[in-house]
């Protein structure tokens, strides 16, 4: 089946004893037991199993091309159950502007227990010497944030697999109509399910998604069922009740960003415009052969410093001023103000997610906005 099919109908279950057609939310938190002592219908507490998680686990194993998911309640607790599955003092190697939350994850939560590198992964030379004996886990996400990098994840499949390291991918900002990284190889995705998956910015949570069910998937099962952070059986409903519409979504973010990308570029206030989907980026070719569709997000560069950049924030009637992603609202952000002092992200850079209001709404607005600076 294709994926709007699949989005629709893999994690709907017509309710047998009401016959209603959508799947009820179920609430209770314990399960009674057959006459045997046994749990013949699946579900014995509610950490261990709900059944929209289960439904909701299962649409995103289909979407991903995978086998098995697990709900978590936020994409940080999900990236912290494949840290924390890993064997104390294994190396990972993560890209240099890997998502600031995880990254502190790492260099906060994990000093001391595992060891890491932060590295460009497009540098093929630096990626082997930076491969150590006892290097488990390569983490990828792309494209990156903010500065939509690229990283070819066939190729580090290649390299990682010639070294007996798995490949875990982030692919929160393409969602699986991005791109499906189990399809390219990866062992491992992960999303942060409050983005494109919630798609309405009124729900936290993350998951995991495998193409097998090993020792390793087992262990993060453990740690999801036994560690607790997993998603509740509302926020498992609204996620499986958006991400019906999320192949449509996913177009739709596309098309209105590709054209308000190809509008920045052409304007005079605009110094340089990321977008995978412009030819004028420098992985273009990469984004077309790894993608099925460019995304939502881009970054541009706005002629002057954080005074002409912040006025454009200022000015925007349409674009909101927040973090975050995903949404149906265009969202508008300065990245160097949220990633602090030590940032490596242009002072004029504005992140923007996005949404899907009109495309010539959204363009009056930035263009009446850049014509103020
Ligand atoms: C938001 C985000 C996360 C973290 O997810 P939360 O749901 O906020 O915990 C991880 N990776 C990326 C790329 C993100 O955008």
Not at 263 to 283: C, I, K, M, R, W
Not at 317 to 342: C, M, N, Q, W
Request: charged share 20%; hydrophobic share 40%.
């Amino acid at each position: 089946m294709k994926i709007e099919t699949l989005a629709i109908h893999a994690a709907n279950h017509t309710d047998a004893s009401t016959a209603a057609v959508i799947q009820p939310i179920v609430l209770a938190t314990t399960f009674e037991r057959d006459e045997d002592g046994g749990y013949s219908k699946g579900f014995s507490y509610s950490r261990a199993g709900n059944p929209n998680r289960l439904s909701l686990e299962n649409v995103l194993a289909k979407l991903e091309g995978g086998v098995d998911a697990a709900a978590f309640s936020s994409g940080n607790a999900a990236g912290m159950a494949v840290f924390q599955s890993l064997k104390p003092g294994t190396h990972i190697i993560a890209p240099d502007d890997m998502y600031h939350g995880l990254r502190n994850q790492l260099k906060i939560l994990f000093n001391g227990i595992l060891e890491f590198d932060f590295i460009d992964l497009n540098n093929e030379n630096l990626l082997k010497n930076t491969i150590k004996q006892n290097t488990g886990l390569i983490w990828v996400e792309t494209p990156s944030n903010p500065l939509l990098k690229i990283t070819d994840i066939k190729e580090m499949v290649t390299v990682a697999h010639e070294n007996n390291i798995k490949v875990a991918c982030d692919n929160t900002f393409a969602s699986p109509l991005g791109q499906q990284p189990l399809k390219l190889g990866a062992d491992l995705v992960m999303h942060s399910t409050t983005k494109y998956l919630g798609g309405h910015s009124d729900l936290t949570g993350g998951a995991l998604i495998t193409p097998v069910k090993d020792e390793w998937w087992e262990r993060i099962q453990q740690i999801q069922q036994m560690g607790g952070a997993i998603s509740s059986p509302a926020d498992c409903y609204w996620l499986t009740r958006s991400i019906k519409t999320l192949p449509y979504r996913m177009r739709a973010h596309a098309e209105n960003a590709g054209l308000l990308a190809s509008f920045l570029d052409n304007h005079a206030n605009v110094e340089q415009v990321l977008y995978p989907g412009l030819t004028s980026h420098p992985q273009h070719e990469l984004a077309k052969e790894q993608m099925l569709n460019f995304g939502g997000m881009l970054s541009f560069l706005v002629k002057g410093g954080v005074v002409q950049t912040e006025r454009v924030i200022n000015a925007t009637k349409l674009f909101t001023s927040a973090t975050s992603l995903g949404g149906v609202e265009s969202l508008i952000e300065r990245r160097a103000a949220i990633e602090g002092p030590d940032t490596k992200t242009p002072q004029n850079l504005l992140r923007v997610s996005v949404g899907l209001e009109h495309i010539d709404d959204l363009i009056a607005d930035m263009d009446a906005a850049l014509n103020q600076i």
